[in-house]
């Protein structure tokens, strides 16, 4: 690919004050854009996309455009937003200690001693990714051997969901009366309250300069995926303010792809709203948890977990959550909930139809509340879901990861439970809007990689087309924060784009009773790459944020 500038012009981030915005024409490649289904180029004025269209017209603006950039037949989409992710968590992860492929707990802490072996004694440590699903006997780390490993030193270890961890006694003796804590355990993973405490201790051990080279590598590597923009899902359970507000300044002052912060806490005054919006939070939601996770046994269920009689952890009730919506809808500020067991969204939508009696089901519908990965959905919650205009942000990557007849779910629940799980069609074929994510680290961040597991979900009824994957990785994630202007290639929308090297377009189907793809252009439907499994996912070569470029392999 190549691209045709004027010697000494300035790029289209340097443009000086007073200068008129920069026009980028590309051509000669494919443009995912509802306005033309057969455009094969796209100018950009500035931060906005000003034309979509074929060749023919591309010549006539070819001469006076600042650039002309030859695509050599690669795909331009919207770029994508990651619906719910954890950045600098993300980012540690990426550059520190990551346990997602230990196989064993001696692998584990063999992984940990080589890790903080050259690290100063007193050194506070953080890793992430264990998960004991396939370990021999299932069993996590001793709290001694996990001491002898670290050496004495504080080390908080997230489990892969993040709703328990394990940590050293030297990070615990920095947490007076964690013993007495929900959810401690001598020598277990500290699961609620403990969890919470310990994992606030931890982050506040990390250093300004430590948290921000974790925030660039986590936004780095999202825009090396055309990602455009991240909803950051901080709170006090799971990260700081100081964590939130140091990312969002990150974020505005550095090239990058766009950040919307949301801050988990609960909110039952005019005052509490205010606060959230002073921290810079677009919505009073993301992880505000109504309950914990499956793979903890904390997500809340209203029968047992297979093989016990524990129903997971409640956090929040019905009037927790009516307060909650109430207060937000009252002060124009979107509201959010973490929840994943049918108990606890049974507890969220028996919130919101309390909340809509006392201020009426259109005002609450206004807002566009959203709920985080709704993940064991019965027919009644779906329906409620699409009653109060709640937005589902859900994560594909899921299922892939823990789905199927032998994965993690059916072993928390039973294969026939574990169907019900992640029923993505049943929203959709409910008008309930869907945003997809990763929650990165939990899963890792990788768009094309969440519409392959929408569109092959392991339970067949519950698959999606992949145009339904993709606008709800695209244009879904605007809408979560109330923007219907972006998302999508048409003219006037924000230029959020990246470029593909990518093979044959096609159209796919989610049901197997029908041909599942197509290439005929007659259909009028953009077509995406083939994501049949084992088919190459596409590669990114260009990611721009605003018509400013945030990642560039198009012309190595």
């Given at each position: 690919?190549t691209?045709r500038t004027?010697?000494g012009?300035?790029?289209?981030d340097e443009?000086a004050?007073?200068?008129p915005?920069r026009?980028v024409?590309l051509?000669?490649?494919?443009?995912?854009s509802?306005a033309d289904?057969?455009a094969?180029?796209?100018a950009?004025?500035?931060d906005?996309?000003a034309w979509?269209g074929?060749?023919?017209?591309?010549?006539?603006l070819a001469?006076?455009?600042d650039e002309?950039v030859?695509?050599e037949?690669?795909?331009?989409?919207?770029?994508f937003t990651?619906?719910?992710?954890?950045?600098?968590?993300?980012?540690?992860?990426l550059t520190?200690l990551?346990?997602?492929?230990?196989?064993?707990?001696?692998?584990a802490?063999?992984r940990?001693a080589?890790?903080?072996a050259p690290?100063?004694?007193?050194?506070?440590?953080?890793g992430?990714?264990?998960?004991?699903t396939?370990?021999?006997?299932?069993h996590p780390?001793?709290r001694?051997g996990l001491?002898?490993?670290a050496?004495g030193?504080?080390v908080?270890?997230?489990?892969?969901d993040?709703?328990?961890?394990?940590a050293t006694?030297?990070?615990?003796?920095?947490v007076p009366g964690?013993?007495d804590l929900?959810g401690?355990?001598?020598?277990?993973?500290?699961?609620?309250?403990?969890?919470?405490?310990?994992?606030h201790?931890?982050?506040?051990?990390l250093?300004?300069a430590q948290?921000?080279a974790?925030q660039?590598?986590a936004?780095?590597?999202?825009?090396?995926?055309?990602?455009?923009?991240?909803?950051?899902?901080?709170?006090p359970?799971?990260s700081?303010?100081?964590?939130?507000?140091?990312?969002l300044?990150?974020a505005a002052?550095?090239?990058?792809p766009?950040?919307f912060?949301y801050?988990?806490e609960?909110v039952t005054?005019?005052?509490?709203?205010?606060?959230?919006?002073?921290?810079?939070?677009?919505?009073?939601?993301?992880?505000?948890?109504?309950?914990?996770?499956l793979?903890?046994?904390?997500?809340h269920?209203?029968?047992?977990y297979?093989?016990?009689?524990?129903t997971?952890?409640?956090?929040l009730s019905a009037d927790?959550?009516a307060?909650?919506?109430?207060?937000c809808?009252?002060?124009g500020l979107q509201a959010?909930?973490?929840?994943?067991?049918?108990a606890?969204?049974?507890?969220?939508?028996?919130?919101f139809?309390?909340?809509?009696r006392?201020l009426g089901a259109?005002?609450?519908r206004?807002?566009?509340h959203?709920?985080?990965h709704?993940e064991?959905?019965?027919?009644?919650?779906i329906?409620?879901?699409?009653?109060f205009?709640l937005?589902?942000?859900?994560q594909p990557?899921?299922d892939?990861?823990?789905?199927g007849?032998?994965?993690?779910?059916a072993?928390?629940?039973?294969?026939?439970r574990?169907?019900?799980?992640?029923?993505?069609a049943a929203?959709l074929?409910?008008?309930?809007?869907?945003?997809?994510?990763s929650?990165?680290?939990?899963t890792?961040?990788g768009?094309?990689?969440?519409?392959?597991a929408?569109?092959?979900?392991?339970?067949?009824?519950?698959r999606v087309?992949v145009?339904?994957a993709?606008?709800?990785?695209?244009?879904?994630?605007?809408r979560a924060v109330?923007?219907?202007?972006a998302?999508?290639?048409v003219p006037?929308?924000?230029a959020?784009?990246?470029?593909?090297?990518?093979?044959?377009?096609v159209?796919?189907?989610?049901?197997d009773?029908v041909?599942?793809?197509s290439t005929?252009?007659r259909?009028?439907t953009?077509?995406l790459p083939?994501?049949?499994p084992g088919a190459?996912?596409?590669?990114?070569?260009?990611?721009?944020v605003?018509g400013?470029?945030?990642?560039d392999?198009?012309n190595e």
């Amino acid at each position: 690919m190549t691209a045709r500038t004027t010697p000494g012009e300035r790029a289209p981030d340097e443009r000086a004050p007073g200068e008129p915005p920069r026009t980028v024409l590309l051509r000669r490649g494919e443009v995912h854009s509802p306005a033309d289904p057969f455009a094969t180029a796209m100018a950009v004025t500035g931060d906005r996309v000003a034309w979509v269209g074929s060749e023919s017209a591309a010549d006539a603006l070819a001469a006076s455009a600042d650039e002309v950039v030859d695509l050599e037949g690669a795909l331009v989409t919207p770029a994508f937003t990651d619906a719910h992710v954890h950045i600098t968590a993300t980012g540690l992860a990426l550059t520190g200690l990551d346990l997602a492929g230990a196989r064993s707990a001696a692998d584990a802490l063999a992984r940990v001693a080589a890790h903080t072996a050259p690290l100063p004694v007193g050194a506070t440590v953080i890793g992430h990714g264990w998960d004991t699903t396939e370990w021999p006997g299932a069993h996590p780390p001793t709290r001694a051997g996990l001491d002898a490993a670290a050496g004495g030193r504080p080390v908080y270890l997230a489990r892969v969901d993040a709703h328990s961890a394990l940590a050293t006694t030297a990070l615990l003796d920095l947490v007076p009366g964690v013993a007495d804590l929900p959810g401690f355990h001598p020598d277990g993973p500290l699961t609620g309250d403990a969890h919470h405490a310990v994992r606030h201790a931890a982050d506040a051990a990390l250093t300004p300069a430590q948290r921000a080279a974790a925030q660039r590598a986590a936004l780095a590597r999202a825009a090396s995926l055309g990602i455009g923009s991240l909803h950051e899902c901080a709170g006090p359970d799971i990260s700081s303010e100081d964590d939130l507000t140091a990312l969002l300044t990150l974020a505005a002052d550095e090239p990058g792809p766009r950040v919307f912060g949301y801050w988990g806490e609960l909110v039952t005054t005019a005052k509490e709203a205010r606060r959230v919006r002073e921290l810079g939070a677009v919505g009073a939601g993301g992880d505000l948890f109504v309950d914990g996770s499956l793979g903890s046994r904390t997500a809340h269920l209203h029968r047992p977990y297979l093989g016990g009689d524990d129903t997971g952890v409640a956090h929040l009730s019905a009037d927790d959550v009516a307060a909650h919506v109430a207060a937000c809808t009252e002060a124009g500020l979107q509201a959010g909930f973490h929840a994943i067991g049918d108990a606890a969204l049974t507890a969220v939508t028996d919130g919101f139809a309390a909340a809509a009696r006392r201020l009426g089901a259109d005002r609450v519908r206004a807002q566009r509340h959203r709920v985080e990965h709704a993940e064991l959905l019965a027919p009644n919650t779906i329906a409620a879901f699409a009653a109060f205009g709640l937005t589902a942000s859900v994560q594909p990557m899921f299922d892939a990861a823990w789905g199927g007849p032998d994965g993690m779910y059916a072993r928390r629940l039973g294969a026939e439970r574990a169907r019900a799980l992640n029923p993505f069609a049943a929203l959709l074929r409910a008008g309930v809007p869907l945003a997809f994510g990763s929650d990165a680290p939990v899963t890792p961040l990788g768009p094309w990689e969440a519409l392959r597991a929408a569109a092959f979900h392991r339970t067949a009824e519950h698959r999606v087309s992949v145009r339904a994957a993709f606008t709800a990785h695209t244009r879904g994630g605007w809408r979560a924060v109330g923007r219907d202007d972006a998302g999508a290639l048409v003219p006037g929308a924000p230029a959020d784009y990246a470029v593909w090297r990518a093979g044959a377009l096609v159209v796919q189907a989610p049901d197997d009773r029908v041909a599942r793809w197509s290439t005929d252009p007659r259909s009028g439907t953009p077509g995406l790459p083939d994501l049949t499994p084992g088919a190459p996912l596409p590669t990114c070569l260009r990611t721009v944020v605003a018509g400013r470029t945030v990642y560039d392999r198009l012309n190595e």
